[in-house]
């Protein structure tokens, strides 16, 4: 590869990808393979090049997940926890409607919206804990 042919921009972004993933290790870093990004597999090393080029690769930290409230209220929400966060109340949803729905915690009755804007799902010991009140955006 000639100077001329590289793109520095691309090698500074990658450079900062690299240099966030050894900083903060939890952090997900992907490669674009294909046109599409993929988690990138090591034992990491950034300064290992036989796997991928920093020239010539697009690397990027994963980023996190959108959210957007939910489209309908589901009966399996009864008896899960919730947080509402804005008036720092810990609740079970007790009820629902689904013809207006309506979400019921702790004797108040919310909307969809305006539960993703306040709540965060509580300590249910699954993978929605404390994640927002909605639906991961694709």
């Known amino acids: 590869m000639k100077l001329n042919e590289i793109n520095f921009t691309q090698v500074y972004d ?11 290790p939890d952090l997900v870093l992907q490669v674009l393979d294909n046109d599409i990004w993929k988690e990138y597999r090591y034992p990491f090393n950034a ?3 036989d796997r991928r080029n920093i020239f010539e690769e697009h690397f990027r930290i994963k980023p996190e997940p959108q959210y957007r409230p939910y489209a309908e209220v589901k009966e399996e929400w ?18 629902i409607k689904e013809d207006t729905q309506l979400i019921s915690v ?3 009755w ?15 010991g699954d993978a929605n804990d404390g994640k927002p009140f909605g639906e991961v955006v694709e």
Do not use: H, P
């Open 14 to 24: 990658n450079l900062r990808a690299l240099k966030r993933k050894v900083e903060c």
């Open 47 to 49: 300064f290992d090049t």
């Open 78 to 95: 009864i008896g899960k926890k919730v947080n509402i966060v804005s008036e720092s109340v810990k609740g079970i949803i007790t009820n």
């Open 106 to 108: 702790a004797g108040n």
């Open 110 to 124: 919310y909307r969809l919206e305006r539960m993703f804007q306040v709540a965060t799902w509580g300590n249910n």
